[in-house]
């Protein structure tokens, strides 16, 4: 299992970043430690030097450019090598490989919800496969939560009306806690939850139903962007936006997704998870070039999960 580290006092190292997070953070203390006994041990030892019985007659020390300049050279290098490892090992935890298995998670007060594409849905367990990149996309329902994992080291807001993400790749099989790290509310602390890393093949029998953990799931198993092709059906957005690429009332889903769509004022946007979302939400916020803002609000129409299985579904329409 994964050894704890810094005297036990951090969590278990359950992934390579939580490796790299700790040895810079080793580092920042020990060099802290060491500033802060150099400072006080000088500080100490020259007022003992330099005390009014042996120095009655107080001496005035002006500049000294040699200790001037070093005493700003070596902290500006300290500095400059905390920057640079920090940046590596946040770019490492910020962009999660292509190829990652993506899990969109809903944060509300006061539980966490995890939308998987096969269409199963869980509330306070993630199941994720071990050695394999896993992507969580997140949002809120209602106010600030931030879904944080320690021994992943690894901890993201989510954001009412935004989609940010996380990604992590588990070491191995085992449970690890979920904290939501953004008070939000009575129940903030109890909004607990637990990641299950499974070996890969088990994690794959459990995605096609074969394990008994799916108790936990809704067990509906339709996959994710099924469900957002019958909520489009549902909803009649069919009734104005067609899949083949031909343009009815709105423009066509076909090939929506990450394309660069122009606005009724000229300007151009990136049509991705929260553009899509503010069209469905509030529709007259960015209207598209050439159509009328007809367009009538879902709000309190369509859940989180329902607009989660939409752009699932639009993603699918290449
Ligand atoms: C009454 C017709 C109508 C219905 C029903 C409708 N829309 Fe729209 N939609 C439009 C029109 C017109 C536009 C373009 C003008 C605008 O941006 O508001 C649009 C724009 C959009 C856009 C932005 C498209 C782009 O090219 O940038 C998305 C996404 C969208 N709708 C999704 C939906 C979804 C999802 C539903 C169902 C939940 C839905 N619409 C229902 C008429 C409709
Ligand atoms: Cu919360």
């Given at each position: 299992m994964a050894e704890h580290t810094f005297f036990g006092l951090l969590p278990p190292q359950a992934t390579e970043i939580a490796?790299?997070?700790d040895d810079l953070f080793i580092f920042i203390t020990a060099i802290s430690v060491f500033?802060?006994?150099l400072v006080i041990g000088l500080m100490l030892s020259f007022a003992r030097k330099y005390r009014a019985e042996k120095n009655p007659v107080p001496t005035d020390i002006h500049e000294n450019l040699p200790l001037e300049i070093l005493w700003t050279a070596i902290p500006t290098l300290i500095l400059g090598v905390i920057f640079v490892w920090g940046?590596?090992?946040?770019?490492?935890?910020s962009a999660a490989p292509g190829s990652a298995y993506e899990i969109r998670a809903i944060g509300k007060q006061w539980l966490w919800k995890f939308q998987y594409d096969h269409g199963a849905s869980t509330v306070g367990e993630l199941y994720v496969p071990a050695r394999q990149p896993v992507k969580i996309i997140l949002t809120s329902d209602d106010v600030?939560?931030?879904l944080f994992i320690p021994d992943f080291r690894v901890k993201k807001d989510a954001v009412p009306g935004m989609y940010t993400s996380l990604w992590f790749r588990a070491d191995e099989p085992g449970e690890h806690v979920i904290y939501c790290a953004e008070y939000c509310g009575t129940n903030h602390?109890?909004?607990?939850g637990k990641v299950i890393v499974m070996e890969p093949g088990k994690f794959e029998e459990w995605r096609s139903g074969k394990l008994d953990a799916t108790a936990t799931s809704n067990g509906e198993n339709v996959p994710l962007d099924i469900q957002g092709k019958a909520l489009t059906e549902k909803f009649g957005c069919v009734a104005c936006h067609s899949t083949n690429g031909s343009v009815m009332v709105g423009p066509s889903f076909k090939g929506l997704y990450g394309k660069t769509e122009t606005l009724s004022d000229n300007s151009k946007i990136?049509?991705?998870?929260?553009y899509i979302r503010e069209s469905i939400i509030e529709p007259q916020a960015k209207v598209v070039?050439?159509?009328?803002?007809?367009m009538a609000t879902y709000k309190g129409l369509v859940k989180e999960?329902?607009?989660n299985a939409i752009i699932a579904y639009l993603q699918t329409l290449k």
């Open positions: 490796k790299g997070v500033f802060f006994l940046f590596i090992v946040y770019k490492d935890m600030l939560h931030s602390s109890g909004m607990l990136v049509v991705d998870d929260a070039l050439g159509f009328d803002p007809v999960e329902d607009i």
